[in-house]
């Protein structure tokens, strides 16, 4: 069953966008991660331009980071403060994003932005993934445990100054590493089309102590709020959000992420780990190939404006 997507300007198999969803949302359930970061890719090999890509993947992510926030947010699993200086650096940083978005755009120069963006962030990403992943499993055959850190330990970023109380988190720390850390998150969000979970979580655990028991809800809502507001940017922007082809996506993930879940439960954590690692790695080295291969058709026709062809 073939559907028409209008901004991406192509028709394209109802089940097949359907199953891209479904096996996105799988792994999103297997892997406890938005699956952003995979999504746009695998639309891009597909044909999808990556413009239309990047912007309706962020419909999706809204969806469903929406469910997840809510469930976290009835359990109290949210410190609201937090997440407001995060929202706040985050969405300078998706304004900022979305203006480099469509320069690149203008210049011609989208494409190769976002896979090289996607080579050099998957590409490093996966790699420490996976020397994390290996010694971890190194570890649980010899049968040592990792060296945990004093609860009382703090690093540099806990001297800077405009230090806020948040009372939910426990923490009296300063408000410009969060609004950073915010702001590059909306930024990367923007450009590759990714909600930024699976760096804004360890960033917020590693560098700012955050409790594990807050740390998940307020990186959905911060997901949820900046991945809204960079879904209206382009569509407003740079019209390339197609609101039918994020809503089958939306639709096959919903499903998918339930037996993901339910899979998720028979591996151990650091066979997870190296596992997404190599799918990670997996999806940068496409990337090269489409880079540094010669394509089978060199030349290419599109229309840049009235009158105007490329």
Request: hydrophobic content about 55%; overall charge positive.
């Amino acid at each position: 069953m073939q559907i028409y997507l209008p901004i991406a300007e192509m028709s394209v198999s109802l089940f097949f966008l359907v199953g891209i969803g479904g096996a996105i949302g799988f792994l999103s359930g297997l892997f406890g991660v938005g699956g952003g970061f995979l999504l746009t890719p695998l639309l891009i090999f597909s044909g999808v331009p990556a413009p239309v890509a990047v912007a309706s993947v962020t419909g999706q992510v809204v969806a469903a980071s929406t469910s997840g926030a809510l469930s976290y947010w009835r359990r109290g699993g949210i410190d609201l403060k937090l997440a407001l200086y995060l929202v706040i650096g985050g969405s300078f940083g998706a304004v900022l994003g979305v203006w480099i978005f469509q320069a690149l755009r203008a210049l011609g120069q989208l494409d190769l932005a976002i896979s090289l963006g996607y080579l050099i962030f998957l590409g490093s990403i996966g790699t420490l993934m996976l020397i994390e992943a290996v010694r971890s499993l190194i570890r649980s055959r010899k049968g040592a445990t990792p060296p945990r850190k004093l609860p009382g330990q703090h690093n540099w970023v806990h001297g800077l100054p405009l230090r806020v109380r948040f009372k939910r988190s426990k923490l009296y720390i300063s408000v410009l590493p969060v609004m950073f850390i915010g702001f590059v998150i909306g930024i990367i969000g923007s450009l590759l089309g990714i909600g930024g979970g699976f760096i804004l979580v360890p960033a917020l655990v590693y560098l700012l102590r955050i409790p594990g028991s807050v740390v998940i809800g307020t990186s959905l809502l911060h997901v949820l709020a900046i991945m809204a507001v960079t879904c209206v940017l382009h569509a407003v922007q740079n019209q390339s959000v197609d609101i039918l082809l994020a809503f089958c996506l939306m639709v096959g993930s919903v499903v998918g992420a339930q037996f993901g879940a339910s899979a998720g439960q028979y591996l151990r954590g650091d066979q997870l780990r190296a596992l997404l690692a190599l799918i990670v790695l997996g999806v940068a080295i496409r990337f090269a190939m489409s880079l540094f291969l010669t394509p089978d058709d060199p030349f290419s026709m599109a229309v840049l404006s009235f009158g105007e062809t490329a």
